[in-house]
């Protein structure tokens, strides 16, 4: 069953967590400048969604670095899927995400406050923030992959 494994007092009925990372690749020799990602490399994108036991749900990769992870989410196949009902999640099912991504009815997201949240707002964040911080494990795995 997806989402077991999940902290159930913090975020029952979560599926997965949603996370996007950049893949470094060399100077494109065509619209270079779509390929410049934030923090000053060449990149392609990978978005995946994945659970507790490292696997990969959906994985969704090649958006120019330049893109933001919303919109790599809102033109993924995925949230397409989801939002069209082709693509059929459990009742009440909740897909966990960093504050880049919008929220939606299956896809929760930490407030934004710039320093202005109530106690309740930053005790969510926290919790949201710790039940979703494990993904960070695939992408480093998936960052040290090699194509042969």
Same mark, same amino acid.
């Given at each position: 069953?997806?989402?077991? +494994?999940?902290?159930?007092? &913090?975020?029952?009925?979560?599926? =997965? !967590?949603?996370?996007? %990372? ?18 000053? +490399? ?5 978005? !995946? ?12 990769? =090649?958006?120019?670095?330049? !893109?933001?992870?919303? *919109? ?6 995925? *949230? ?9 999640? &459990?009742?009440? &099912? ?5 504050? &880049? ?12 406050? *710039? =320093? ?8 969510? +964040?926290?919790?949201?923030?710790? %039940? ?11 960052? *040290?992959?090699?194509?042969?």
């Amino acid at each position: 069953m997806l989402g077991i +494994n999940f902290r159930p007092n &913090a975020f029952p009925f979560v599926v =997965g !967590c949603l996370d996007g %990372t950049h893949f470094k690749i060399n100077t494109p020799k065509k619209d270079a400048i779509c390929y410049y990602d934030r923090k000053g +490399n060449y990149s392609i994108i990978m978005q !995946c969604i994945c659970d507790t036991t490292f696997r990969f749900l959906d994985v969704f990769i =090649g958006y120019t670095g330049s !893109c933001h992870d919303a *919109n790599v989410w809102k033109n993924s196949p995925i *949230n397409k899927g989801i939002t069209s009902g082709e693509v059929q999640l &459990a009742k009440d &099912a909740i897909i966990l995400a960093d504050s &880049a991504y919008p929220l939606s009815k299956y896809l929760i997201a930490p407030y934004r406050g *710039n =320093g202005h949240l109530l106690r309740e707002e930053k005790q969510f +964040n926290y919790y949201l923030s710790s %039940t979703r911080v494990f993904i960070e494990q695939p992408f480093g795995k998936a960052q *040290n992959f090699k194509s042969y």
